[in-house]
Each structure stands twice: as structure tokens, then as C-alpha cells.
């Protein structure tokens, strides 16, 4: 069955960085599209970044210069280096991937594969 388990989730100042990794199995293969989202308490889950299987990739506007995304297409492996975190970064943060493997999309919907979640938390 495919699988995505999520890590490197903590707890961090604002302004310091957390690295993390989602590590997918079973058949999200290489050529899936991956995406990071997260989901504060109260609040509709949000697509931060995404990229294919060409290493392209797409950001929001409210995490683009701070967060990068990458994938080790060798270990299926995707990972979200974020910086600069603010106390507003913090949420539940989940991977996903779609079999389609194609577009730009971040909307929740469209991804079939989702990970349990890794919390990050940032104080002021």
C-alpha cells in the first residue's frame, strides 16, 4: 500500500529553521507530483509547495523565499527546508502526492496519498 510517513517536525524561536522529510513507499513512485501542506487548528488546510517529477516546483506566496522543497528521487524521499520561521508558521504539517503526477495544483482535493502529519510549533 503506498505510504508517506513525515519527520523532523519540533518545536523552534522564530527565525530559526526546521528540516522536513517525507518518506514514501509502497507505490507513490518517483513520477508523482509531492506537495507539502499544513492545517492550523481552526483553519482550512493550505498547500505550501509542490514539485514533479522533473524537479519542478511551485510555492504560495506566504512561504516563497523562505521555504524550499527537494526530492531524493534515489530514496523517494521529499523533503521542506523552511527558515526564517515565524510564530504563524506553526501548524500540523502533511505531505501528499498525486498519481497524476502533472500540473501546479496545491488544492487538497487533488492529491490521493497523505502522510500522518508532523507538528511544528514556533514561539516568539
Known amino acids: 500500500a503506498e505510504q508517506l510517513v513525515e519527520s523532523g517536525g519540533g518545536s523552534v524561536q522564530a527565525g530559526g529553521s526546521l528540516r522536513l522529510a517525507c518518506a514514501a513507499s509502497?507505490?507513490?513512485?518517483?513520477?508523482?507530483?509531492m506537495a507539502w501542506f499544513r492545517q492550523a487548528p481552526g483553519k482550512e488546510r493550505e498547500g505550501l509547495a509542490n514539485?514533479?517529477?522533473?524537479?519542478?516546483?511551485r510555492y504560495t506566496e506566504s512561504v516563497k523565499g523562505r521555504f524550499t522543497i527537494s526530492r531524493d528521487f534515489a530514496k523517494n524521499i521529499v523533503y521542506l527546508q523552511m527558515d526564517s520561521l515565524k510564530p504563524e508558521d506553526t501548524a500540523m504539517y502533511y505531505c501528499?502526492?498525486?498519481?497524476?503526477?502533472?500540473?501546479?495544483?496545491?488544492?487538497?482535493?487533488?492529491?490521493?496519498?497523505w502522510g500522518q502529519g508532523t507538528q511544528v510549533t514556533v514561539s516568539s
Open positions: 509502497g507505490y507513490v513512485y518517483t513520477s508523482y507530483l
Open positions: 501528499a502526492a498525486d498519481s497524476s503526477g502533472l500540473g501546479l495544483s496545491l488544492r487538497p482535493s487533488d492529491y490521493q496519498y
Open positions: 514539485i514533479d517529477r522533473s524537479g519542478i516546483t
